[in-house]
């Protein structure tokens, strides 16, 4: 059976992971090759390394980062942030990357989806999505680390995303990121049952209990986790087995 | 010993050639016909439409592969390199695959989501030189929107909105559905297998 996926994500900049400093209690804990390997070797069944610098300086470094770092896995590897054009993406691919993730520069500009996709192939596209509730109802996409807003509706964005070729979905609850209290599985829900291609859930998780609820609640295909995965505090091993019992098909052990 | 990687613009080589460069073989990325035919075993990856497939009919890369598979040099099918050693694709019906295999490839069906991705089961049946070592139920990372139907060869099924063809494997000729490169563990000893079979 197809099993969810656990994808472990690496904030980095300027060639250091910015959050992780005690994950199994490696001595190198902001190094982004030793990080993702650490994760694939403890059962992550994929890798996002999210490139959040915010100067050109920081951010020269990160193809060699992605060479480094993909150098060491065996497993899918994704790279996202501050990809603006398919130059980006060919030179991040070429750096040994398997998918990108897009955001910001695909929401001024939508062709840059299907630019991707017909030269890479949907299955090596990521759209990216930051999704604020800004009504009972509604739900509204951010541009630019959700500083922006863009007038546009998330889940009218990820049906649009789809058909221009997108081959994932990540949603980032922006009520929920960094709050630990769960998933939204509201609009995972929406969103995952709106588009026939696998949606990824981010943002809130704290516990083994919030990736059952968005598996089984909020139908999501995948769950994406930071800090609860770093440090230490939920273990894969542990939250594999959660899952496990709890009867949704995971990989493991791996 | 060279191992061919086929360059047919079909999506991205890098990480297949990595991973035969972390297992100390000897990869090369070509497009060139003549250093296809002089190499010691060929892989065919490639992912997205059928009718990529196209540029090896034009290239004289189908010939050159043809060839070196009837020299017995084996060659390993990736994702849509598996699949166009099927007959067909209904994804692009003009164009004619190797037809080492029966059969046409197939969209999934609609009441599953397209494309299959993520970590699914193998079930094996049947003795593979590839698949040797490689316990039953073996997890193994997919990423594809057709699939092939289950044949004479197969040698492991997946189940996603029905049964597939996983693994294909005929003499020296072997097809997988699933990215090796990226399975880990099981993906890294199944292409040791390739890269220790002999001519």
Same mark, same amino acid.
């Given at each position: 059976m197809l099993t969810?996926r656990?994808?472990?994500?690496?904030?980095?900049?300027?060639?250091?992971?910015?959050?992780?400093?005690?994950?199994?209690?490696?001595?190198?804990?902001?190094?982004?090759?030793?990080?993702?390997?650490?994760?694939?070797?403890?059962?992550?069944?994929?890798?996002?390394?999210?490139?959040?610098?915010?100067?050109?300086?920081?951010?020269?470094?990160?193809?060699?980062?992605?060479?480094?770092?993909?150098?060491?896995?065996?497993?899918?590897?994704?790279?996202?942030?501050?990809?603006?054009?398919?130059?980006?993406?060919?030179?991040?691919?070429?750096?040994?990357?398997?998918?990108?993730?897009?955001?910001?520069?695909?929401?001024?500009?939508?062709?840059?989806?299907?630019?991707?996709?017909?030269?890479?192939?949907s299955q090596?596209?990521?759209?990216?999505?930051?999704?604020?509730?800004?009504?009972?109802?509604?739900?509204?996409?951010?541009?630019?680390?959700?500083?922006?807003?863009?007038?546009?509706?998330?889940?009218?964005?990820?049906?649009?995303?789809?058909?221009?070729?997108?081959g994932e979905?990540?949603?980032?609850?922006?009520?929920?990121?960094?709050?630990?209290?769960?998933?939204?599985?509201?609009?995972?829900?929406?969103?995952?049952?709106?588009?026939r291609i696998p949606?990824?859930?981010?943002?809130?998780?704290?516990?083994?209990?919030?990736?059952?609820?968005?598996?089984?609640?909020?139908?999501?295909d995948?769950?994406?986790?930071?800090?609860?995965?770093?440090?230490?505090?939920?273990?894969?091993?542990?939250?594999?087995?959660?899952?496990?019992?709890?009867?949704?098909?995971?990989?493991?052990?791996? | 010993?060279?191992?061919?990687?086929?360059?047919?613009?079909?999506?991205?080589?890098?990480?297949?050639?990595?991973?035969?460069?972390?297992?100390?073989?000897?990869?090369? +990325?070509? #497009?060139?016909? &003549?250093?296809?035919?002089? !190499?010691?075993?060929?892989? $065919? *990856?490639?992912? /997205?439409?059928?009718?990529?497939?196209?540029?090896?009919? +034009?290239? #004289?890369?189908? &010939?050159?592969?043809?060839? !070196?598979?009837?020299?017995? $040099? *084996?060659?390993? /099918?990736?994702c849509?390199?598996?699949?166009?050693?099927?007959?067909?694709?209904?994804?692009?019906?003009?164009?004619?695959?190797?037809?080492?295999?029966?059969?046409?490839?197939t969209r999934f069906p609609?009441e599953v989501k397209a494309p299959h991705v993520g970590w699914n089961q193998?079930?094996?049946?049947?003795?593979?030189?590839?698949?040797?070592?490689?316990?039953?139920?073996?997890?193994v990372y997919f990423t594809h929107s057709y699939r092939a139907?289950?044949?004479?060869?197969?040698?492991?099924?997946c189940e996603y909105g029905g049964l597939f063809?996983a693994?294909?494997?005929?003499?020296?000729?072997?097809?997988?559905q699933f990215h090796?490169?990226?399975?880990?563990?099981?993906?890294?000893?199944?292409?040791?297998?390739?890269?220790?079979?002999?001519?």
């Amino acid at each position: 059976m197809l099993t969810k996926r656990i994808i472990a994500c690496l904030d980095v900049t300027g060639g250091r992971v910015v959050k992780g400093v005690q994950f199994l209690n490696l001595r190198d804990a902001g190094d982004p090759a030793d990080l993702a390997e650490a994760h694939s070797a403890a059962g992550a069944d994929e890798i996002v390394l999210l490139d959040i610098s915010a100067t050109a300086e920081e951010r020269t470094t990160l193809l060699d980062t992605v060479r480094r770092t993909a150098r060491r896995l065996f497993i899918p590897f994704t790279v996202g942030g501050g990809i603006r054009c398919l130059g980006d993406a060919s030179a991040v691919f070429d750096a040994g990357a398997d998918k990108v993730s897009v955001n910001s520069a695909a929401l001024r500009d939508p062709n840059l989806i299907s630019c991707i996709a017909d030269r890479f192939g949907s299955q090596a596209v990521i759209v990216a999505i930051d999704a604020k509730r800004t009504s009972e109802q509604q739900y509204e996409a951010f541009a630019k680390g959700g500083r922006t807003p863009t007038g546009k509706d998330a889940q009218a964005w990820a049906k649009e995303a789809e058909q221009r070729g997108a081959g994932e979905i990540l949603l980032t609850s922006m009520d929920r990121d960094g709050t630990r209290s769960g998933f939204d599985c509201e609009i995972t829900r929406r969103i995952a049952d709106s588009v026939r291609i696998p949606v990824i859930a981010s943002g809130g998780a704290g516990s083994a209990a919030h990736f059952v609820e968005v598996f089984r609640e909020g139908h999501a295909d995948a769950a994406l986790a930071a800090s609860i995965l770093h440090y230490g505090t939920t273990p894969m091993a542990e939250l594999k087995q959660t899952l496990r019992s709890a009867g949704i098909p995971v990989r493991w052990p791996c | 010993m060279t191992i061919a990687i086929v360059d047919y613009g079909a999506g991205n080589l890098a990480s297949v050639k990595k991973a035969f460069d972390t297992l100390g073989a000897k990869a090369i +990325v070509t #497009g060139e016909p &003549e250093r296809v035919s002089k !190499a010691e075993k060929v892989v $065919v *990856p490639g992912v /997205g439409h059928f009718a990529a497939t196209v540029a090896l009919d +034009v290239s #004289g890369l189908r &010939e050159a592969i043809e060839g !070196a598979i009837a020299r017995g $040099v *084996p060659a390993l /099918g990736i994702c849509l390199g598996m699949q166009w050693m099927f007959a067909s694709s209904s994804e692009a019906l003009e164009l004619d695959g190797l037809a080492i295999f029966a059969g046409e490839c197939t969209r999934f069906p609609a009441e599953v989501k397209a494309p299959h991705v993520g970590w699914n089961q193998l079930t094996r049946m049947g003795g593979s030189r590839l698949l040797n070592g490689v316990p039953d139920a073996s997890y193994v990372y997919f990423t594809h929107s057709y699939r092939a139907p289950v044949v004479q060869q197969t040698v492991a099924t997946c189940e996603y909105g029905g049964l597939f063809s996983a693994v294909v494997e005929q003499g020296n000729v072997f097809g997988v559905q699933f990215h090796p490169e990226k399975s880990g563990t099981v993906g890294k000893h199944l292409l040791e297998n390739f890269c220790g079979l002999s001519c």
